[in-house]
C-alpha cells in the first residue's frame, strides 16, 4: 500500500512529539489504544483554566505510520481551539486532511478518541474536589 | 556503495537467477514445443528439456525423476497432496495432523477438508521456537489417521521442524507423511529418503527460479503412495496433473535446483555469515530486542526479530528503501498480528513489533551494514516517540496497566 504524501510527510517530521513535565499544571493526558492491538496513542494538551484554550499539545504514539501521522496533525489541529470545539473534532476530518484509506480508519479514530480522553482527564481535573494533588498526568490508560 | 532499495526479504520470493534466465529463454522462441507432442521434433525437444529438469529436482531432494510431478507452484502440490491423499485414502480413514504454522496453502487444504466433512484435522502446537513436539505428534496419531503434513522450515521464524524424526513415526504407523518443504528445498540438505517424506512440495520461485511453477514428490516405492488428482484432463504427469507443461518454467525450475544443490554448501556459510553479522550488529546497538524462531535450528537466511515498543509497520514505513516484511497486524488485511508469531507465544505487543529479514543469494555484506544502521536508527527515533518505551523506562509494567481500546 501506498501512503499519502501527507501521511510521509507527518511521520517523517512529526509536530510536537513529546510529554509535558510530570507535575505540570493544567495539563490533560490521554491514552488510548492498547499494545496488544498495535496502537496506543498518548496526547497531553495543556489548556487554559481562565479561557478553556488549547495553549499547546505533545503526543507520543506507538502505532502504525497513519497512527503517528494522525496524532501528529492532531496536535497541530487543536492548538488554538477551545475545548468545546476540540470535543468537536471527528474522524473525518483527519481522514481527509492526511487522504487516509479505509484500512486506516481506525487510526484517525483513536485520535479523535486521544482529543476526548485528554480534555475528559483535564475536566476531571478541574473539579474543585479533586484538584492540587492530581495534577499528576494519568499514568494509566483512561477509563471514560 | 549500495544500491537502493535492497531487497531482503528473500522468503517472500527471489530474484530469478541469470543462469537460470539463460537456460529457459530458447524455450520461449526456437525450442516453443508442447512436450505432450509426440509426433515432431519441436515436441521431442521439449519433452527432452522437461525430462532433464525432471532430474535436476529429483537429484536435488534424492529422488527418482519419475516421482517428479510438475505443478503451478507450492500452493497447488500442497493443495494436491492434502485432498488428494485424503480422497484416495477415505476407506482407510479420515483424519489428518498438521501444525498450527503451516502456510495457509496447508491450513487452507485441511479447512475445505473440514468444512466438507471429508476429514477431522489436529492442529499440532509448537513450543516458543516454533518447533513441533514428536511426542505430541505421537499421541494425536489415531486408526483414522491418513495424513501428516508438517513444513520443513517455517516461511516467517525458519524454524526447521525434526523432519527425519517426524518421518520415522509416520513410516512405523504407515501413515503418508506431505512435507510443505518450499523454504528447505535448495537452502538446507532434504533427502526424501532419509527424511522418511512421502510427498513434498517445493516451489520454483523461493529458489532464483521462476513463478507459477512448481512440483510436487510423490513417492513410488517403500511405499508407493496415491493421489487422487485435482485436476482432471488430458492425463498429463502420470494422470495425477493434467494441463500442458509449463516447459520454460520447468526448465528455469529444473536449471534453479541444479544450481542450488551445486552450490549450497558454499551459499550456506556465506549467508549464514551474513546473517550472522545482521543479527549481531542489531542485537548489540539495540536494547529490548528479542529473537523469533529457534536460536540454532533454523534457515541459515532468516533473522525475524521483535522490537520491542515499536510498532512493526512504522518501521517499515521508516525503513521504505529495504524490502523486508513484518509480522505486524497493520500490514495484514485481516487486522491481525502474525499467527505464526504468536503460536510461539510472543507477547501480542512484541507479535506487532516484528520483523522479518530474509537474506538471500544476491546480497552483499555492504547491504547488511546499510541495513544495520538503517534499522537501529529508526527504531531510536521510533522508540523517543512511543509511549510504551516512555512508560518502561519509568518503570512501569506495561501488563499491569488498564487499557482502554474500543
Ligand atoms: C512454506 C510455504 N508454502 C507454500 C508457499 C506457496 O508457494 P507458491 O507461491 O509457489 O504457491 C509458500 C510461499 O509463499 C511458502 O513459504
Ligand atoms: S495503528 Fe494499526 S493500522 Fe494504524
Known sequence: MAYSEKVIEHYTNPRNVGSFAKGEDNVGTGIVGAPECGDVMKLQLKINPANGVIEDAKFKTFGCGSAIASSSYVTELVKGKHVDEAMAIKNTAIVQELNLPPVKIHCSVLAEDAIKAAITDWRKHQEPAVESADAVPARTAQEG | ?406
Open chain 2, 1 to 406: 556503495m549500495v544500491k537502493l532499495p535492497i531487497y531482503m526479504d528473500n522468503h517472500a520470493t527471489t530474484p530469478v537467477d541469470p543462469r537460470v534466465i539463460e537456460a529457459m529463454l530458447p524455450y520461449f522462441t526456437e525450442k516453443f514445443g508442447n512436450a505432450a507432442s509426440r509426433n515432431h521434433s519441436f515436441g521431442w525437444e521439449a519433452e527432452e528439456a522437461v525430462d532433464r529438469a525432471r532430474n535436476q529436482i529429483a537429484a536435488l531432494i534424492g529422488a527418482k525423476s519419475k516421482e517428479i510431478i510438475i505443478t503451478s507452484g507450492a500452493t497447488e502440490s500442497d493443495n494436491l497432496a492434502i485432498k488428494g491423499v485424503v480422497e484416495f485414502y477415505k476407506d482407510k480413514g479420515n483424519h489428518v495432523i498438521t501444525c498450527v504454522t503451516e502456510h495457509k496453502a496447508v491450513l487452507d487444504s485441511c479447512r475445505a477438508l473440514e468444512r466438507t466433512g471429508k476429514a477431522t484435522v489436529t492442529y499440532l502446537p509448537v513450543d516458543k521456537y516454533g518447533m513441533v513436539d514428536p511426542d505430541d505428534l505421537r499421541n494425536a496419531i489415531t486408526d483414522k489417521t491418513v495424513l501428516i503434513t508438517i513444513m520443513y522450515a517455517n516461511n516467517e521464524v525458519g524454524t526447521i521442524h525434526p523432519i527425519a524424526e517426524i518421518g520415522r513415526i509416520a513410516k512405523e504407523k504407515g501413515i503418508v507423511f506431505h512435507c510443505d518443504a518450499v523454504q528447505a528445498v535448495g537452502k538446507v540438505p532434504v533427502n526424501v529418503d532419509r527424511d522418511g517424506i512421502d510427498l513434498l512440495s517445493l516451489s520454483a520461485h523461493k529458489i532464483y527460479g521462476p513463478k507459477g511453477v512448481g512440483a510436487i514428490y510423490v513417492r513410488s516405492k517403500g511405499p508407493r503412495v496415491r493421489l487422487t488428482p485435482q485436476m482432471d484432463g488430458g492425463g498429463h504427469e502420470r494422470g495425477m496433473r493434467s494441463g500442458t507443461l509449463n516447459v520454460t518454467g520447468i526448465v528455469g525450475l529444473g536449471k534453479a535446483c541444479e544450481i542450488a544443490g551445486a552450490e549450497m554448501e558454499e551459499e550456506n556459510r556465506r549467508l549464514l555469515d551474513l546473517r550472522n553479522k545482521l543479527q549481531a550488529g542489531i542485537f548489540e546497538r539495540l536494547d529490548e530486542v528479542y529473537l523469533n524462531g529457534h536460536p540454532t535450528a533454523r534457515l541459515p537466511g532468516n533473522l525475524n526479530v521483535s522490537f520491542a515498543y515499536v510498532e512493526g509497520e512504522s518501521l517499515l514505513m521508516g525503513i521504505s528503501d529495504i524490502a523486508v516484511s513484518s509480522g505486524s497486524a497493520c500490514t495484514s488485511a485481516t487486522l491481525e498480528p502474525s499467527y505464526v508469531i504468536r503460536a510461539l507465544g510472543v507477547d501480542e505487543e512484541l507479535a506487532h513489533s516484528s520483523i522479518r529479514f530474509g537474506v538471500g543469494r544476491f546480497n552483499t555484506g555492504d547491504e547488511v551494514d546499510f541495513v544495520t544502521d538503517r534499522v537501529t536508527r529508526e527504531v531510536k527515533r521510533l522508540r523517543e516517540m512511543s509511549p510504551l518505551y516512555e512508560m518502561a523506562r519509568e518503570g512501569i509494567d506495561l501488563k499491569t496497566v488498564q487499557w482502554k481500546s474500543e
